[in-house]
């Protein structure tokens, strides 16, 4: 089992729609998670970051952690063909190390 | 431009020849990180920086590849005797350790290593 899974997609779905993307982790003691966007060709940027179970909102993004069931999700609300990109999940592993998901792809049709 | 800057951009070289790349982290950042990413893939951590210490390196990164970070602010990468499966984007990330736990990582526009 990789340590970080995601769906590579792509997820297309129209313009103004929820866009919803996973991610699990293999490690139980993984205490914070983090969503970067990265667009075709350019490197990634943070978006989101939680460590506490539940849902933390920010603008149009919204990502819920439930560590019980190892599942990370980000939530996009009207979703704008600008957010067309790969959406990747990370998670520390250790004390220095981050492992990062294979991304999945997102396609916001206008 | 106060990011992470890296160079070169671009690099082809032949089959077994050394190869270095360069990245300069945001000034006041005494993390450094540097990832290999390949084409579908998510970034691949490689080792961790903090000031000039070298405190994590990846157990698949091969002898081929060190890297060093001499005075706590730009890091070299160098890749002895490169092999078609190097080609990759080579990316380096900085950050700067926050309360809470929210470690935002910055990324550098990353150098493109072909190997021919």
């Known amino acids: 089992q990789k340590e970080v899974e995601q769906n590579s997609g792509p997820l297309s779905v129209p313009e103004g729609a929820i866009a919803s993307l996973n991610c699990t982790y293999s490690d139980r003691g993984s205490q914070s998670f983090f969503w970067y966007r990265q667009y075709s060709g350019k490197s990634p940027e943070l978006i989101m970051f939680i460590y506490s179970n539940g849902d933390k909102e920010d603008g149009r993004f919204t990502a819920q952690l439930n560590k019980a069931s190892q599942y990370v999700s980000l939530l996009i609300r009207d979703s704008q063909p600008s957010d067309s990109a790969t959406y990747l999940c990370?998670?520390?592993?250790?004390?220095?190390?981050?492992?990062f998901g294979t991304g999945t792809r997102l396609k916001v049709l206008a | 431009d106060t990011g992470v800057s890296q160079d070169p951009r671009h690099k082809i070289t032949k089959r077994g020849q050394n190869v270095t790349f360069r990245c300069d982290p945001i000034?006041?950042?005494?993390?450094l990180y540097w990832y290999r990413q390949t084409l579908g893939q998510g970034p691949e951590f490689l080792t961790y920086?903090?000031?000039?210490?070298?405190?994590?390196k990846s157990r698949l990164l091969s002898d081929r590849f060190s890297a060093e970070r001499p005075k706590g602010s730009f890091s070299t990468l160098e890749i002895q005797r490169t092999e078609q499966g190097d080609s990759a984007m080579y990316l380096c990330a900085s950050s700067t350790p926050v309360l809470g736990g929210r470690e935002e990582q910055f990324f550098g526009p990353g150098t493109r290593l072909t190997v021919l």
């Open positions: 990370a998670v520390p592993s250790g004390t220095y190390k981050y492992i």
């Open positions: 000034s006041e950042h005494n993390r």
């Open positions: 920086f903090q000031n000039e210490a070298q405190l994590e």
